[in-house]
């Protein structure tokens, strides 16, 4: 008995506790004038922006285009100041990633990448996108998440220290799902909540809130367009753009409901658009790969300034990352990843793969010369698969080839391009700089000789070029140019 009513006291005391910090963490929302529980005050949301916006920078990148940069900028400044937090300064940033992206920080700091803004069409679909996610900022959602992660911490810590026995993994993984319950409001409706105050904010601005609804129209694109390359690939299909603009259809009745009310906020009985000013303002914008990470054209690959190329094998889809190259044949049936390291030590390929790559179970090892350059290749196993393991040295770095499949038994089939891949690195050659450089987007006035199916011919876009040149102009995916307008191709 004593036993119960020590836990009862102590469950009283843990209720008290939490219920205390619930009610010092409620505040007015900016947006609903209603409390919100937020367990972080405004100085520490500012700080969390501040605080990870380098974090962001050095990830992604700052696109080096300071127009444009301005021009974006001054796009959000002007749905900044109608907002329900005009007293934040804002800062958009262009993050120079092919990505299709948009997101915000706590605090005000909002990016887009200049992935995105190569599809769009309009001023009015840019301020779309930078008012939705000034949503996310008014509304504050990211501290509302937060807020409810730290509090599923708090219950789980409070818990455990009254009752030893929820210190198990089977109760803390209730807490962590209890927490995620909490977390699934940053979802559905706080998305349609964004687009909702997004609408407003055009509106409010000039600018038309049916925006908001062409901009989910380029996204859906977008996702039809990836789901049919990823069936491709043999692989499931995953959109790379956050929250409700990604996920609903661009008829879905709540949207166009929340659309539609940002009407009364009109201020004009004319709202912006600006199509021809925003295709003249990205003339000239990186397209595609930048050089800094090295260029795909067709199955070949080029890197002005670690200077070199290299061919993957026909029909593969090429992915360029970060940190290395991933080649992927149809229905994922084998892969290849090629990395680059530093030579640190005067050792041949063969003692750098023992000593470096720590694989000392190596078959079938032989050299490779490839363009009078020094390298080694071999077979060993891999969660029970063969694979091939290549390096090759130019110049004071050592290039990693791996190749692997997914069905062991079709190993042979692929082990040619395995080698071939290895075998066609080269030094860039003087021919091959112009390839090295970056695409980029030009805006033209549309002739009687110009289509679609030209243009795709004589463009450097790797995947799916004829496809990507309707996505860019809003066309996808049977629109074709007209005689007259002005439209995006790429070179």
Not at 15 to 34: D, R
Not at 64 to 78: C, I, K, M, P
Not at 215 to 228: C, N, S, T, Y
Not at 439 to 454: A, G, L, M
Request: glycine share 8%.
């Amino acid at each position: 008995m004593s036993t119960y009513r020590t836990r009862l006291n102590s469950l009283c005391l843990m209720a008290g506790a939490f219920l205390f910090f619930i009610v010092a963490g409620c505040a007015q929302n900016p947006v609903t004038g209603t409390s919100d529980f937020v367990m972080l005050s405004e100085d520490s949301e500012i700080a969390i922006g501040r605080t990870n916006h380098p974090k962001i920078i050095a990830q992604y990148g700052r696109y080096e285009d300071e127009a444009l940069q301005s021009y974006v900028q001054s796009v959000g400044e002007r749905l900044a100041a109608v907002s329900h937090r005009s007293d934040l300064h804002y800062r958009f940033t262009v993050l120079d990633s092919p990505v299709i992206n948009a997101f915000a920080l706590p605090g005000g700091y909002i990016y887009i990448t200049r992935g995105l803004m190569a599809y769009l069409n309009s001023e009015a679909e840019l301020a779309a996108v930078l008012g939705h996610e000034i949503g996310h900022v008014t509304a504050r959602h990211g501290v509302r998440q937060q807020s409810a992660a730290q509090a599923a911490g708090l219950g789980y810590t409070l818990g455990a220290i009254l009752f030893p026995e929820l210190r198990a993994a089977p109760s803390q993984d209730l807490f962590n799902i209890l927490g995620g319950a909490l977390l699934s409001g940053y979802g559905r409706e706080h998305e349609l909540e964004s687009d909702g105050l997004g609408a407003e904010y055009l509106a409010r601005s000039g600018y038309n809130p049916n925006a908001m609804i062409d901009v989910i129209k380029v996204l859906k694109d977008q996702e039809l367009f990836a789901a049919a390359q990823a069936k491709k690939l043999g692989q499931e299909s995953q959109s790379s753009y956050h929250g409700l603009f990604a996920s609903h259809p661009d008829n879905d009745t709540r949207l166009k409901q929340v659309v539609a009310a940002a009407a009364k906020y009109k201020t004009t009985k004319d709202t912006l658009i600006n199509h021809d000013i925003y295709l003249t303002k990205i003339d000239g914008m990186t397209f595609g790969d930048s050089e800094k990470q090295g260029i795909r054209s067709g199955r070949n690959f080029y890197h002005l300034a670690m200077q070199f190329a290299l061919t993957f094998p026909q029909n593969w889809h090429v992915n360029n990352k970060p940190d290395s190259l991933q080649a992927i044949a149809n229905q994922s049936k084998a892969l290849i990843e090629v990395g680059a390291a530093d030579i640190n030590r005067k050792i041949g390929p063969q003692a750098f793969i023992k000593q470096r790559l720590k694989i000392d179970n190596l078959r079938n090892g032989q050299p490779l010369n490839p363009n009078g350059l020094t390298g080694y290749t071999g077979l060993f196993e891999v969660q029970g698969k063969p694979a091939r393991i290549s390096v090759v040295y130019l110049m004071d770095r050592a290039f990693i080839f791996f190749g692997s499949v997914k069905d062991k038994s079709q190993f042979d089939q692929f082990d040619q391009e395995f080698v071939d891949c290895a075998n066609s690195l080269h030094r860039l050659r003087e021919d091959e700089i112009a390839l090295a450089k970056a695409q980029k987007i030009e805006v033209v006035d549309i002739q009687k000789t110009d289509n679609y199916t030209s243009w795709a011919k004589g463009s450097r876009i790797t995947n799916s070029p004829l496809t990507q040149l309707k996505l860019l102009n809003g066309d996808y995916p049977n629109g074709e140019l007209v005689l007259g307008q002005r439209a995006k191709r790429v070179r």
